[in-house]
């Protein structure tokens, strides 16, 4: 039994440029637009990641106009954090990020443990494999936390 989708989630990492992005779009291509979907990163010094919307682009999910942006834009820019429902962390450095922001907001943060795959990878094919990967970990994450595709119609 999938677990009832929450109002808002914010998923975060480290550049917003691969893990994050990837996160927001497949939750959004999975479960529709009933929950608030934003992704974020303790840094924004990169910009969307090739192969993050090459393996994204294999389940059409588009992802070529996502602009990355960090927590601090993100405050400067309106987004209210603790309207978040959950903010789910992708990597070390921006859960660090998150349960700081706990000290301030009233925030459900949970860490899933998913693969950095820049830098893995000689050939274009092996650095493929590595963002299928994590992109493929992102996905079992949330069918295990709010089943399949199409489980909140």
């Given at each position: ?30 479960y ?7 992704s974020?990163g ?8 090739g192969?993050s919307?090459?393996?994204c682009q294999?389940?059409?999910?588009e992802?070529?106009?996502?602009r ?11 987004d209210d954090?603790?309207s ?5 962390a992708?990597?070390p450095?921006?859960?660090?990020r ?15 443990p ?9 050939s274009r094919e092996?650095k493929l ?6 992109r ?13 595709p199409?489980?909140?119609?």
């Open positions: 039994m999938a677990k009832e989708l929450p109002q808002s989630v914010l998923f975060c990492c480290d550049h917003n440029a691969v893990r994050s992005p990837m996160a927001e779009g497949i939750m959004k291509k999975f529709g637009t009933g929950t608030y979907v934003q974020v303790v840094k924004n010094d990169l910009e969307i990641d192969f919307i090459a393996v294999e389940l059409d999910v992802l070529s106009r996502h990355s942006r960090s927590f601090d834009e993100m405050e400067q820019w309106g954090l603790s978040f429902d959950l903010v789910v992708l990597s450095a921006s859960q660090r998150a349960l700081e922001l706990t000290r301030f907001y009233h925030l459900e943060v949970e860490y899933w998913i693969m950095d795959p820049t830098g893995l990878g000689d092996a494999v590595s963002y299928r990967q994590s493929d970990q992102i996905i079992d994450q949330l069918t295990s936390r709010w089943g399949g199409g489980s909140h119609d």
